[in-house]
């Protein structure tokens, strides 16, 4: 029942409400703030709208559910990654939202192209890989050396170059091999043997 010790009047609306409706002010004499969270959001909101800055709308959330911040969509929290450090312990954007930031993120620190970039060079290369011309691209293959972006490979093809170590000379010969041209040694004395070149 309010009106008793449970309850507190709010300072800004006036209205009698449950004394969890108030954050904790441990200054004042009840321990609570005078104003309930709800007027206190909205005096926050007026004050950074007055300063010209972007506010969100404000959503009613349903219990065991949050509002992403970045896609703006309201989630079940299982579909939020923990942050012990945050009030409610959970991450401010999504997991969906946070892998398609991850995504863009490694492709900028790896190979420094945005997503759009990467995006250009596989239209560019009708969307297939550039080696089989089979399979999607979708690998950003590079110059482990230079750091060089050299096109978007299937997976197959990306993983052949890294166990080739990038070495065109190996490469070469892996291709003769495959075109039947065995590597057969020339005895030219005695233990020992001529490669073919």
Same mark, same amino acid.
């Given at each position: 029942?309010? =009106?008793?010790?449970?309850?507190?009047?709010?300072?800004?609306?006036r209205?009698?409400?449950p004394?969890a409706?108030?954050a904790?002010?441990?200054?004042?004499?009840?321990?609570?703030?005078?104003?309930?969270?709800?007027?206190?959001?909205?005096?926050?909101?007026?004050? $950074?709208?007055?300063?010209? $800055?972007?506010?969100?709308?404000?959503?009613?959330?349903?219990?065991?559910?949050?509002?992403?911040?970045?896609c =703006?969509?309201?989630?079940?929290?299982?579909?939020?990654?923990?942050?012990?450090?945050?009030?409610?312990?959970l991450?401010?954007?999504?997991?969906?939202?946070?892998?398609?930031?991850?995504?863009?993120?490694?492709?900028?620190?790896?190979?420094?192209?945005?997503?759009?970039?990467?995006?250009?060079?596989?239209?560019? $290369?009708g =969307?297939?890989?550039v080696?089989?011309?089979?399979? *999607?691209a979708?690998?950003?293959?590079?110059?482990?050396?230079?750091?060089?972006?050299? =096109?978007?490979?299937?997976?197959?093809?990306n993983?052949?170059?890294?166990?080739?170590?990038?070495?065109?000379?190996?490469?070469?010969?892996?291709a003769?091999?495959?075109?039947?041209?065995?590597?057969?040694?020339?005895?030219?004395? $005695?233990?020992?043997y001529?490669? *073919?070149?």
């Open positions: 029942m309010l =009106g008793g010790p449970e309850s507190k009047r709010c300072a800004r609306c209205e009698e409400k004394r409706a108030f904790i002010k441990r200054s004042n004499l009840d321990g609570l703030q005078r104003e309930c969270r709800d007027c206190m959001a909205d005096y926050h909101r007026e004050r $950074q709208l007055a300063r010209g $800055q972007r506010v969100r709308p404000r959503v009613k959330v349903p219990e065991g559910h949050k509002l992403c911040l970045r =703006g969509e309201i989630k079940l929290h299982s579909e939020w990654h923990r942050n012990a450090t945050a009030p409610d312990g991450s401010t954007r999504c997991k969906a939202c946070r892998a398609i930031e991850g995504r863009a993120g490694h492709l900028k620190r790896s190979y420094g192209i945005t997503e759009a970039e990467r995006d250009e060079m596989i239209a560019a $290369q =969307g297939v890989c080696i089989c011309r089979n399979a *999607p979708e690998h950003v293959d590079h110059d482990h050396q230079t750091g060089k972006v050299r =096109g978007v490979l299937c997976f197959s093809c993983a052949a170059l890294g166990q080739f170590k990038d070495r065109p000379d190996v490469i070469r010969r892996a003769a091999y495959v075109e039947g041209n065995l590597w057969n040694p020339t005895l030219v004395a $005695q233990g020992v001529r490669q *073919p070149s």
